[in-house]
């Protein structure tokens, strides 16, 4: 049985973020804005179905999915790219892939314990962010 990822998360670290959402092409006034953001996720998951909300004081996002199951992503609130996406697990990680205008996109998240890791991946950048289980 895959792990379960059900639960809230607080990120409490962030690293290459910049460099990430420039490879994204990102304006610079919503860079400026998104690196003050503590976002806060929330996954729901049922078997293999998800939905991963990222909460922010500047914008929210939701994705819903199944897993192997590729699916048109519209990334809203991101860089507002259309998107074919597939996440599979690979173990315990949930690995996605994101096929568009932008090369080697998608992102990775894993458990250990109480701390939910994410590399996000974009072009040549990887942003590795940090999260701490709140409920």
Same mark, same amino acid.
């Given at each position: $049985?895959?792990?379960?990822?059900?639960?809230?998360?607080? $990120?409490?670290?962030?690293?290459?973020?910049?460099?990430? $959402? =420039?490879?994204?092409? %990102?304006?610079?006034?919503? *860079?400026?804005?998104a +690196? $003050? =953001?503590?976002?806060?996720?929330v996954?729901?998951?049922?078997?293999?179905?998800?939905? %991963?909300?990222?909460?922010?004081?500047? *914008?929210?996002?939701?994705?819903?999915?199944? @897993?192997?199951?590729?699916?048109?992503e @519209?990334?809203?609130?991101?860089?507002?790219?259309k998107? /074919?996406?597939?996440?599979?697990?690979?173990?315990?990680?949930?690995?996605?892939? /994101?096929?568009?205008?932008?090369?080697? *996109?998608?992102?990775?998240?894993?458990?250990?314990?109480?701390? =939910?890791?994410?590399? =996000?991946?974009?072009?040549? /950048? %990887?942003?590795? /962010?940090t999260?701490? +289980?709140?409920?």
């Amino acid at each position: $049985m895959p792990a379960n990822y059900t639960g809230t998360w607080d $990120m409490v670290d962030n690293q290459n973020f910049e460099a990430y $959402m =420039l490879a994204l092409g %990102i304006d610079f006034a919503t *860079r400026k804005v998104a +690196r $003050m =953001l503590n976002p806060q996720k929330v996954f729901e998951q049922d078997g293999d179905s998800f939905v %991963i909300k990222t909460f922010t004081t500047f *914008r929210n996002y939701s994705c819903s999915f199944k @897993i192997g199951e590729e699916f048109e992503e @519209i990334t809203k609130g991101l860089d507002n790219r259309k998107c /074919q996406t597939t996440v599979n697990w690979d173990n315990d990680k949930l690995v996605c892939v /994101q096929k568009g205008e932008k090369k080697n *996109r998608g992102w990775t998240h894993w458990m250990e314990g109480d701390t =939910l890791y994410l590399e =996000l991946r974009c072009e040549d /950048q %990887i942003c590795k /962010q940090t999260y701490k +289980r709140t409920a």
